[in-house]
């Protein structure tokens, strides 16, 4: 195997996308639409970018027509002249091929798979796919991402053809993040879309056909439209709101899709062989009962074993004890201190726990590390020892979370440290630090990079306010003055007489 081949094995990431030559390349230009992506191993954004590729060809290549992607590594000796022709200066380099010839069409903007789903949609997509059997829904319906059907007479006198109009405005708003379809016999509309509730089916209506990876044996795959207005704001919220269903099955990769709060209930199952434990199925269709009764929260069914690292690591949980429940918002918040709750047959403690969530009642979850001694000036914030330290509502408390191998905070550590010295006589003042990468905060403390500073004064323990200052002794200082003129809950002495301790 040569090192080329190693590469492209080593980083997983070409698998589904094809990779030309300059043999295969004026084959390739054969197909209507390609958009290539000249590349090169050593590029960081190139890293970055392929794997979002990798996830737009499976959307892109089951489009009505398809829609190809395709690669070029230009440190290839033999792909040099071709990267050079087709004026390849720097990495990744997008090209639009159309009708085999380069449309010059050089689209810098993309990073994620979304921006060249979009990208290629706004291009070449049809802006509504005609229906005119049950095949052709059927394979609308297949794609992974749904879609949005209208079902209206093509011309009705009557109506002076209003619904049909009011559709086009839709599609044409709203085409570059939904897909979309129209039926325009009624006939095969009513053969399409009959059920109990509709024996005649649907006419001038929408229709949404969630994304195939939100199915649910517990309810329909469509929702129709209710609403007495067509407006394209109106749609967009129709499919915000019911896109992922009541109580859908989730994996962990499709779990990112949901919004919070979330109530998870996780069980033992295989819902492709139909295996199950505890009945899980009768459980789940309670699920879906009390999803109805709380519109606020979003609710999802995973197995307990692709979600093993989230429930008996992260969260807490211990290992063969399902069904479980858990609200996980931002940092977790559980019903108990072990992290789950076995559900009730009659689904009455689901119901407790998400009333107690919304009393502020739970007590919250923190991946705590054991406790350490704190005999030094920087306090050691652990998840055990949160509450005493950081929320104690006789100190003010400027904490840290870091990282033990962010370079950033390491260059912090001597500052912190002289800070905490030079406050160690004051005992309404705590400097501290946690580990965030072995302990988490209460959901109020958001971070998203490291070191992150809040400072949690007396009378706003649940409104900690970020530090945005210089990183060095004398901004510090300054901004504990700052705190104690304007709020007069830090107990700091004067600036003049701190700095020259």
């Known amino acids: 195997m040569n090192l080329r081949s190693f590469l492209l094995l080593l980083n997983g990431v070409f698998a589904d996308l094809l990779e030309v030559d300059n043999y295969s390349f004026p084959r390739l230009l054969e197909n209507e ?14 890293a970055k970018f392929l794997p979002e590729l990798r996830k737009a060809e499976k959307v892109l290549s089951k489009e009505t027509p398809p829609m190809k992607l395709a690669l070029v590594d230009c440190t290839v000796d033999e792909h040099v002249e071709l990267c050079k022709a087709e004026g390849v200066k720097g990495y990744p380099h997008v090209v639009l091929y159309v009708d085999g010839k380069n449309s010059g ?49 093509e011309k009705d006198e009557s109506t002076g053809d209003f619904f049909s109009r009011s559709f086009h405005k839709i599609v044409g708003a709203l085409v570059d993040d939904y897909r979309f379809a129209h039926v325009t016999d009624r006939e095969l509309a009513a053969k399409l879309f009959a059920d109990k509730k509709r024996p005649d089916g649907l006419w001038n209506n929408i229709v949404l056909h969630r994304p195939s990876y939100f199915n649910s044996p517990f309810e329909d795959s469509y929702v129709v439209f209710d609403g007495d207005k067509l407006t394209a704001g109106l749609i967009r919220t129709f499919v915000k709101d019911h896109q992922v269903g009541l109580c859908p099955i989730l994996t962990v990769d499709q779990f990112h899709a949901t919004r919070p709060p979330m109530v998870m209930f996780y069980f033992h199952f295989d819902i492709q062989k139909g295996t199950s434990s505890k009945n899980w199925l009768t459980l789940a269709g309670l699920d879906k009962q009390v999803a109805l009764e709380y519109d606020d929260f979003q609710f999802g069914i995973g197995n307990a074993e692709d979600f093993k690292d989230l429930l008996d690591d992260s969260l807490g949980g211990k290992p063969g004890r399902v069904p479980k429940i858990l609200n996980l918002n931002i940092f977790g918040e559980i019903c108990d201190e072990d992290g789950v709750c076995d559900m009730l047959p009659d689904g009455s403690n689901v119901r407790s726990f998400i009333q107690q ?40 408390v400027l904490v840290e979370f870091y990282a033990p191998w962010c370079g950033h905070c ?41 070191p992150t500073i809040f400072w949690a004064g007396r009378g706003a323990k649940d409104q900690p306010e970020q530090y945005k200052g210089s990183r060095n002794l004398d901004g510090f200082l300054q901004a504990l003055v700052n705190e104690s003129d304007n709020r007069g809950t830090a107990s700091v002495r004067k600036y003049d007489k701190l700095k020259n301790r």
């Open 33 to 46: 639409r390609v958009l290539v992506t000249f590349h090169a191993p050593w590029c960081s954004k190139c």
């Open 105 to 153: 069409d050089n689209p810098s903007h993309l990073r994620s798979d979304e921006d060249v789903k979009k990208f290629m949609r706004r291009k070449f997509s049809f802006a509504s796919h005609q229906i005119r059997s049950k095949a052709d829904l059927e394979l609308f319906t297949a794609h992974p991402d749904g879609g949005v059907i209208g079902i209206f007479p």
């Open 357 to 396: 969530y919304q009393n502020n009642e739970l007590k919250f979850y923190v991946k705590a590390k054991s406790p350490v001694s704190n005999d030094q000036p920087v306090k050691i914030v652990t998840g055990n020892t949160f509450k005493s330290l950081v929320l104690d509502e006789e100190t003010d």
């Open 410 to 450: 390491k260059t912090l550590e001597p500052v912190w440290e002289e800070l905490a010295e030079k406050l160690a006589e004051d005992e309404k003042l705590v400097i501290a630090k946690m580990d965030a990468t072995l302990n988490h905060p209460p959901k109020y403390f958001k971070y998203s990079g490291f």
